[in-house]
Structure formats: structure tokens, C-alpha cells
């Protein structure tokens, strides 16, 4: 089976280190899907906006390997527990597919064609997409649904600090700015490397930022939010 990108959707993320774990946990990011050429019929999404959620069917484009593993640890798991590749959502699998369910905020149209306007994302910028279809809640929600080893999961609440006001002051919008709050509070950092001793940063590029933060106990600091373009 011959299997192409119908479309690229665009998002925030020029990298794959702080995009959120699983779609919908942050309702403020956004992203656009813009229709590759041979898919730009408006027929095409004819009906479509009388849904408000959408599945996308996408491509993790920097886990491609040539091996497969039947086995991997999940990062949730502290890194060190081994777990069915297919009773996860590791990236790392046989055909490198992922499902996110978004929300569908509107439908342009222009000279490029339909162009979807989503919310609650979880890929990379410039990420493949290979389908979209609509979610239909009578059929994909399951109220009697068991969530496995999941359950076991303990967050921590992570209160986030901008003793600089970094960004607040920043370029980003308030949009932006809260969705950027949000994503801090869901710990970006890997839950195997997760030292609280205050003094290591982590960072990640969001926007045209280099978020740089320290962590001591459940207080997250931004500390270094210099503009990189």
C-alpha cells in the first residue's frame, strides 16, 4: 500500500521536545492544516464543519527507524519499565502513524484551498498528515473505558514562576502566553530525567523562543527566554 501526506499542519513547535504528551490537553495551541495541492477540492471538506472534533491521522517524521522494538519505556513510566509498543502511544513503531483527536475551530477558504484552523494539538510544525475524519461521539467515546497501567500515573502539580515576567513581555500573544503557561504546568521535562534540584535547565523552542526553566520541588522558574528569530 502506497500511503502519502494529504496535508502539513502548522503549529508552534519547530522541534520535538515540548510538543504535549496527548492532543487536547492543551485547548490553547493552535495549529493549521493547509492541503497539499492534489487534495485543495473544497468538495473535499463539503459537510466537514458541522463537526466540531476531528481525528488526524500523521506521521511522526523524526522517529523513523529501520529496526522495530517489541517492547519500549514509556517516559510516563519513568523510562525504565518495559511496556507492548501497541499498549502504548510511543512514536517508536512498526509504521510510524499517530491518531490525535483535535478540535476543529474553523475552515478557511483560499487560494490554497480549504485551510483547517484547529486547536489542542500535539505534532510538530510541518507535520505530515495522511487522513481526516470526523469524530462522531455516539461512536468514539466509550463510557465504560479502562485506561490500564495509566491509571497508576501520579502528576505532579507543577506551579510555574516568571519572577522576570518573561513572558509577559515577550512577543507572544496572550493566547500564545497562557498556552505556554499551560504546557509548563504539565511538566515538558522527561519523567526519567526529572532532577528537582533547581539548578539544571531545560528548555525547549516554542514560537521563536528558547524556553529555558529550572525546577525545584513543584515550583517550575523560567529563567532564559531569549528570541532565536
Same mark, same amino acid.
Given at each position: *500500500?502506497?500511503?502519502? !501526506? /494529504?496535508?502539513?499542519?502548522?503549529?508552534?513547535?519547530?522541534?520535538?521536545?515540548?510538543?504535549?504528551?496527548?492532543?487536547?490537553?492543551?485547548?490553547?495551541?493552535?495549529?493549521?492544516?493547509?492541503?497539499?495541492?492534489?487534495?485543495?477540492?473544497?468538495?473535499? =471538506?463539503?459537510?466537514?464543519? &458541522?463537526?466540531?472534533?476531528?481525528?488526524?491521522?500523521?506521521d511522526f517524521s523524526m522517529? #523513523?527507524?529501520?529496526?522495530?522494538?517489541?517492547?519500549?519505556?514509556?517516559?510516563?513510566?519513568?523510562?525504565?519499565?518495559? =511496556?507492548?509498543?501497541?499498549?502504548?502511544? +510511543? !512514536?517508536?513503531?512498526?509504521?510510524?502513524?499517530?491518531? +490525535?483527536?483535535?478540535?476543529?475551530e474553523s475552515i478557511e477558504?483560499?487560494?490554497?484551498?480549504?485551510?483547517?484552523?484547529? +486547536?489542542?494539538?500535539?505534532? *510538530?510544525?510541518?507535520? !505530515?498528515?495522511? %487522513?481526516?475524519?470526523?469524530?462522531?461521539?455516539?461512536?468514539?467515546? #466509550?463510557?465504560?473505558?479502562?485506561?490500564?497501567?495509566? %491509571?497508576?500515573? =501520579?502528576?505532579?502539580?507543577?506551579?510555574?514562576?516568571? !519572577?522576570? &515576567?518573561? /513572558?509577559?513581555? +515577550? *512577543?507572544?500573544?496572550?493566547?500564545?502566553?497562557?498556552?505556554?503557561?499551560?504546557?509548563?504546568?504539565?511538566?515538558?521535562r522527561p519523567r526519567f %530525567?526529572?532532577?528537582?534540584?533547581?539548578?539544571?535547565?531545560?528548555?525547549?523552542?516554542?514560537?521563536?523562543?528558547?524556553?529555558?526553566?529550572?525546577?525545584?520541588?513543584?515550583?517550575?522558574?523560567?529563567?532564559? *527566554?531569549?528570541?532565536?528569530?
Amino acid at each position: *500500500m502506497n500511503i502519502e !501526506p /494529504i496535508a502539513h499542519i502548522n503549529t508552534d513547535f519547530p522541534t520535538k521536545f515540548g510538543v504535549p504528551r496527548q492532543s487536547g490537553l492543551i485547548s490553547d495551541l493552535n495549529g493549521t492544516i493547509i492541503f497539499e495541492p492534489h487534495y485543495r477540492d473544497p468538495e473535499a =471538506v463539503k459537510g466537514l464543519s &458541522g463537526f466540531n472534533y476531528i481525528w488526524l491521522l500523521w506521521d511522526f517524521s523524526m522517529a #523513523h527507524r529501520k529496526d522495530w522494538s517489541a517492547t519500549v519505556c514509556p517516559p510516563r513510566l519513568g523510562g525504565k519499565t518495559h =511496556v507492548g509498543v501497541f499498549a502504548t502511544r +510511543s !512514536p517508536f513503531r512498526p509504521n510510524n502513524i499517530g491518531l +490525535s483527536s483535535v478540535r476543529l475551530e474553523s475552515i478557511e477558504y483560499s487560494d490554497k484551498g480549504p485551510i483547517l484552523h484547529v +486547536s489542542g494539538i500535539d505534532m *510538530m510544525d510541518n507535520t !505530515p498528515i495522511y %487522513d481526516i475524519k470526523p469524530y462522531i461521539a455516539a461512536y468514539d467515546a #466509550h463510557n465504560d473505558a479502562v485506561d490500564g497501567f495509566t %491509571d497508576s500515573i =501520579v502528576d505532579i502539580d507543577i506551579k510555574v514562576e516568571d !519572577p522576570k &515576567g518573561l /513572558i509577559a513581555n +515577550s *512577543m507572544l500573544s496572550k493566547e500564545q502566553q497562557h498556552a505556554l503557561i499551560a504546557l509548563l504546568k504539565e511538566d515538558p521535562r522527561p519523567r526519567f %530525567d526529572a532532577a528537582n534540584d533547581g539548578i539544571r535547565k531545560y528548555g525547549f523552542y516554542y514560537c521563536d523562543y528558547d524556553v529555558r526553566f529550572t525546577v525545584l520541588g513543584d515550583i517550575l522558574t523560567i529563567v532564559e *527566554m531569549p528570541k532565536v528569530r
